[in-house]
Structures are given as C-alpha cells and as structure tokens.
C-alpha cells in the first residue's frame, strides 16, 4: 500500500509535536505524525515531575501533562497523530516503509520532517568495565521503571552525571524509595541551575563527587557496589544496588544515517541550515535530534521557525544549498544549526545554540571565516559544559557563500 | 523426581550437551538434560565469537581436527534446516608485517593437512578493494571462503527444542551436588532431590573436571580463559564484508574483527587464563587492549558507539585436543576440554558421543530421523517478522515493534515467553528474539520488556 501526505513528521515528542500542529494551522495540507511507541509525547511522558511548559505552553506543567497537551494540540490543528507506527527504512528520497499493528505500507510525502530525538548513552558505549549485574540504567530506562510500570528500582544509588537530567534522576529515584548514595561527575562542577541543584542536595542530602569517574561495576546477580575514581588517586567501592547512567546524549539518527544524510561531526545529527534543512532535499530535522539536548519547551518554540521553513519549501519548491560549514574548535564541543545557506534566514529563535566541553569563564568567542572576523562575543557569566549556550545570529548576513568553512573558537 | 532410572542423564546444557542430549533422542531412550542455570547455554555457550568455522587451522590430525571438520557439514545443514542464522561471509587472515605475510603459507599447508584445499592467498591491492576500510599497513592476506557466522544461542536453543520435543526432560536450575553408584544407577544428588540414570554423559564444560572428579578421574583441569569482546553499532556493519582473523604467531593470537549475524561489527577476543569459573567480568585492561588492537584493525569503527561490550570463558585444559573418552566400566562417558571450536563440532561431537555410548554397551535400539524445529528468525540474512505482511495479518503483534533497536515484536516475545523451551528470565528472553540488544541498551523498551516478562512468568 502506498499513500502520499503533505508533510510527514517522525517522532512525536515535543518537537514534532510542535512542529505537527504549527504545520496543521498553516494550512499545507495533509500532516501525518509517526510515533513508535503506544503513547505520542516523548520523553516527558515519562518525566513525571514538573518544570515542562513554562516558555512555549504559559503554564507549569508535569512532564506527562506536558505531553497529553503536546498531542492534544497537534491533533486540534488538524494533523494525525498515528502511534505504534515504526519508519523502518526508506523507499525513495521522501518515502519512507513503515511497520504497525495494521501491516506494512509505504507513505510517500512532499516534504519530511525528522524528530526522532536523542537518547543517553548507556554504561556499554561509556566502556565502563565490570560484571554485568540487574540495576544498572539510563535515566529514561529509570523513569519508565518507575513512574509507567510501578517497578521497584532498588534502595540506594549512584547517579552517573551531573547535569538537568541527572537531578530529574534524583527525583524519580526519591519516588521510587530508592536513597541517593552519591552523584559523580568527570567535571568539576555540577551543570544544572543553581536552584534545582540546592534544592535537590538539601532534600535529598546527597555528596556530590566531582572530578570523579566511575570505573567498574561489582555484583553478580544484582549490582554491590560502584567503583569510583578521583583523578590517578586509587579508586574506592561505594556501596550501591542501583547505577544510573544519566545524560551524555546520542542523536538517534540511524533513519537520517540510512537516508544519505551529511551527518555534523559536531552534535552527530544531521547537518542543518538554519532553515533545518538537511543535506537531502525536502528532508528537515528538528528538536534534539540536531542539539542533544535542549529542553522541551525550547525544542517546541523552535517549531515555529521550521514550520516556516517547511511551507515555503511546499509553495516555492527552493531551500538554501547546504554551502558553507559552521565549525567549532575544542574546547567548544558543538554549535547548531551548523550549515549557512545561500540565503542566511534566521534560524530558530534568532540564535544559534553552541556547547563546551569545559567550564569557561567569561570567554570571548570569535566568528571568522578564513581571516574575516564576523562576529566576537563576550559573555560576562561562566559557560558549563553540557547547558546551552547561545549566540546571536546577526552576523549570518556576512559569510561568503562560496568562502570556506565559518569557525567558531575562543580567543 | 520420577523413581524410574533414565537410561541417560547427560550434565550440562550448553551447545555440546544439547546436541548430545538431540542427537540421543531419536534413539527410545529416556534421557534427562540437567543443567545448574535457569536456562540452556548460559555458559561458554553464550558468549563466543559466533563463528563456524572450517578447521583449517586445527592442529591435524587430532580429535577435534576430525570433529570440527565432521561438524562444520553437519551444522551448517542442520541449520538451513531449522532456519538457524547463518551467513556465509567467509574469512580473510590478515598479514601486517612480514613475518605474518611470511606465515601464510605455512598456514595454508596446514589447511590442506585438515582436508581444507580452498584457501587461496589475496595480495595487498585486492586486499584493499575488498575491505577498503581495513587500517593502514595490511600487506596481504588468506582467504578461507568457508568460514562462517552463526547464531551461537539459537544453535543450542534449537538441539533443546528439538530435544524437549522428542521427549528428553530438562532440568533447569538443577546444580550436581554428588554423583554416587547405587547398584549400578548414577545418583546424583541436587538441590531438586535425586536424578537416577544408568548411563552418564559429562558435559559439563567449565565445570568438566570437577564432574570428572567426582567419578574418581584426575586427568585434566579446566583453566578458564575469559575472552573479552566489543560489539559495535549496526551502522559499524558495512565497514567489514569478511571475517578479519588474525595471523596466530609466536607473540599470541592477536584478535578478530568479524560481522555478526545480526548485523553487528565483533571485536575480539582477549585470552587471559583467571581462576574464577564465573569471572564473567570485563576489565579496563583488556577493553584498552581491545581498542589499541581495533583501532589498527580498522580505524573506522570507533567513529560508531559500542553497543556491548562482554567476556567469555573458555574451557581450557592446557592440552591440544579435546578429551572425550568413555568409562565403560562405569558406563559413563566424560567430553571434557571443549574450547571454542565446540560450537562448529557440537554435532560431530555428539554423533561421536553416542558411538562411544553404544560401543560402550548402551543399547540404543532404532534411530528415527525427524525434521529439527523451525527457530525464529533473528538473523539480519532472512526476512524478520516484522517484514512479513502475511505474519502481521495472522497475528498484529507481529506488526508492534516493541525493542526498536533490534527492531522485535511484541508477537515474537509471547512466542519466546510461551515456547517449548520459554524464556524464564530477560537473558533467555534476549536470547531467544534480540530484544534490548541494541544501541540504546534499554532506554526505551527495557521497562516495558520487564512488564511483559512479569505478565508471562
């Protein structure tokens, strides 16, 4: 079987959500919104605690409050949410196979949108050694655990990572009865909100290790304890029978990987103008599958932008040629959008989001392409690793199209 | 436990005791598997390099020269049969220095030696446009067309399926505490009472020795050797089209770099003698030698993430060979030494076993031959269930993908929950469908995989 649509959305977490329903009040037609699990909403479906909604919604929400309205809004706006539906490989360069309880079919579209988000990194893919006990998780994994399945996570734990995330972990294992035993982070600093991190240590009374690693894991059947290293200091056991592994994220992008997608070396998501147009013609990317990661109201009010972007492509069948690279050097980590088009729009919220992989304080950061200076910031607080930073899209104007590529560094 | 006495109990239900445990079930025997773990293959059996292999490398003439030779045929048509997955890549030993370039033919004399005549030498430049993604520095290679991936946990769950459907009993969870002679019975004496068999068969694999022992015998022991291994990502499996082996010289075996039937890129093994049968565990200093050793293997492969990483022990004697021998005396037949070509051999090794059982006075009476159990498809080769309109429009489960990494079924984790053999824990669920096998390792679907398993057990 196969059907055409207007605009077919991947993902339905908040950012395709947001950009569903932007889509369906313009009016382009047919909108279809795939979604692979039972339930549309995303990671706040399963973020059962509250802080969602304030910057694109006007209103303090919980995460899985966030998520109903998310979908409520989109399927207002006339677009078709369709859950328990799988993009399982391309048919063509805008058609796409899909799998669900219904059988096999192949939808075609005159523009795709992807959003199928990011995930953490899991103990695996951080090479940390050790037996491969029950009880060690990524935060999604926990969250699920906890608030979607009633399920007992243990009684005492260590949270691996000290960002956003890692204090939202804090929380569901406060719900599920488990006791913090410590946090640890590589870093020397936590990198969440000075509110959120003093409110957590004092409701919860947990050390935080800084500048620490973990470097095993203990217990057969069930973890005993994680190994944990300061620095070349020798390592020490702390007793545990859960480990969360939170934040670190990996774009999911196998379907843009398996689409030909120019994949940015930088965030390891398609590479997007700031139209977030991908390399392939017609395809956008949204959300945090370009910027792992921002929060869900900042990925919604991105929506906007793209929906534009999405339109005009519909009416005038022209998108910026992909021509000249954004590229960051160390310790700057990434920079999104990270693709200039012929045209230089704007792209989402005027402003281009960047990361470090180290804290700064007050840094000076430079725009150039080849000696031509663009733009240079001075930011007057520290920047941290893994919290967005951002930087005015002013200077877009200048680049040379046929230059070559824009980097962005410190001086 | 039943008071009648099997006429065999057969020790250890990784891939060589249930071959052992199929192949004498075409016989009207009475047969008990028993096995200490909760479920087949949770031993040596699980975590190997996956390979079938040819033998072209064994040392000839010996047992297990004879054996993996015999069982590479064996179950590489005893796998199309039961749709067990397979793909026949093929191997190139890599050479990456002269000395290794000089090696090769030796090793291809060898090859012919083990009755192996299609090795065929492979210079730098072919090398190089068949694996262009190999590191710098390869000078050439020998190609091993034969050598072949396979699903190592579906070979051994298929040998219990089709055992338990040809009425061999299982005992799962069921550790050997003592075996004593009770006028002529074996009584073993476990944590679920006592198991009488006339005739017993050690398959023991780590633990063959101790077995072994417990009959009175003191002629080997069992080092274990852990192997590590890396998985890489799925979009890590178009970097690789063979198996890359290692040349083995005098400085050790060095490690493979080799597909997997589910589409995955294997880097490995570490071997590394340890004292403990269960040190299962992996160390920061075999996954640093693993990436030194990749990373000139084929660069590439650390632009992908890890998906996994584990380790394997291997059932070492410090002896070139096997050491199967029957006790007729005792009518008792110990397969001891079985190291990491027991996969390839497991069906030479039984067919050998039962000869040595009848030789020895079991009276096997006719054999009737029965089609092996179709097993899951799991392997990326053949078509996955949720590729098949037909199944989806049997059954829609079929049709929700649950692991989307792996890309499983709600339908396939009710077959392997509900199955002849069913999974009673989420490893023997990974085992039998793939599921949280994949890149994200449980974000998504471990909680919800937890619910179903809850549901079923």
Known sequence: VTRTVDVLVVGAGPAGLAVGAELGRSGVGRVEILERECDAGGIPRHSDHTGFGLRDLHRLLTGPEYARRRVELATAAGATVRTETSVTSWSGPLAVDVVSPGGLERIEAHAIVLATGARERPRAARLVPGTRPAGVFTTGELQQSVYLHGENVGRRAVIVGAEHVSFSAALTLAHGGARVAAMVTALPRHQTYAGFRIGAAARFRFPLLTGCTVVGIRGRQRVEAVEVQNGASTSRLIPCDTVVFTGDWIPDHELARRGGVSIDPGTNGPAVDPSLHTSVRGLFAAGNLIHPVETADVVALEAHRLARAVTAFLEHGVTDALTVPLRVEPPLAWISPNRAGTSSPTPPLGRFTFRTAAPLTRPHVIVEQDDRRLHESRFRRTLLPNRPCHLDAGWLARIDPAGPPVVVRLV | ?457
């Open chain 2, 1 to 457: 436990m039943s008071d009648t006495p099997y006429d065999v109990v057969v020790v250890g239900a990784g891939v060589v005791g249930c071959a052992i445990a199929r192949t004498l079930a075409a016989h009207p025997l009475r047969i008990a598997l028993v096995d200490g773990a909760v479920d087949v293959g949770c031993g040596t059996s699980k975590a190997n390099t996956a390979i079938l292999h040819t033998g072209f490398d064994a040392s000839p003439g010996t047992l297990e020269s004879r054996l993996v030779t015999r069982g590479y045929e064996l179950l590489g048509d005893y796998a199309a049969r039961a749709q067990i997955p397979v793909e026949r890549t093929g191997a190139l030993l890599v050479a990456w220095d002269d000395d290794e370039l000089s090696a090769l033919a030796g090793i291809q004399g060898k090859a012919e030696l083990n009755g192996y005549a299609q090795t065929r030498p492979v210079d730098s430049d072919e090398l190089r446009a068949r694996e262009p993604h190999l590191g710098p520095g390869a000078l050439g290679a020998l190609e091993i067309p034969g050598e072949t991936i396979v699903c190592p946990w579906t070979t051994t769950l298929a040998y219990a399926t089709e055992a338990v459907l040809r009425g061999v009993e299982i005992h799962l969870d069921t550790q050997v505490a003592d075996i004593v002679d009770v006028d002529g019975l074996h009584v073993l004496e476990t944590n679920h009472g006592e198991l009488t068999a006339r005739w017993l068969v050690n398959a023991a694999g780590l633990f063959a020795d101790e077995i072994d022992r417990q009959l009175g015998h003191d002629t080997f022991t069992v080092t274990p050797r852990r192997g590590e291994l890396m998985v890489f990502d799925k979009l890590a499996r178009d970097l690789v089209s063979n198996i890359l082996l290692p040349v083995p010289t005098a400085r050790g075996k060095g490690v493979l770099v080799a597909p997997t039937v589910y589409g995955n890129v294997l880097l490995g093994p570490t071997a590394e003698d340890v004292d403990d049968k269960s040190a299962t565990d992996s160390t920061a200093s075999g996954l640093a030698f693993l990436r030194e050793k990749g990373r000139r293997i084929m660069p590439a492969l650390f632009d992908e993430e890890v998906t996994a990483i584990y380790a394997g022990l291997r059932a070492a004697t410090g002896e070139g060979d096997y050491r199967i021998r029957a006790e007729p005396d005792q009518r008792y037949v110990c397969v001891g030494g079985i190291r990491s070509t027991g996969l390839t051999a497991s069906l030479a090794i039984a067919e050998y076993v039962v000869e040595l059982l009848a030789d020895a006075g079991l009276s096997l009476g006719p054999a009737t031959e029965e089609a092996p159990p179709v097993m899951p498809s799991i392997g990326e080769a053949t078509e996955r269930p949720y590729e098949r309109a037909d199944l989806i429009a049997s059954g829609p489960d079929y049709g929700r993908i649950v692991c989307h990494c792996e890309r499983v079924t709600r339908g396939e984790i009710r077959d392997a929950l509900t199955g002849p053999l069913p999974a009673r824990t989420l490893e023997g669920l990974r085992r039998r469908t793939r599921v949280q096998m994949g890149r994200c390792q449980g974000f998504y679907c471990a909680a919800e995989v937890r619910s179903l398993l809850r549901e079923q057990t």
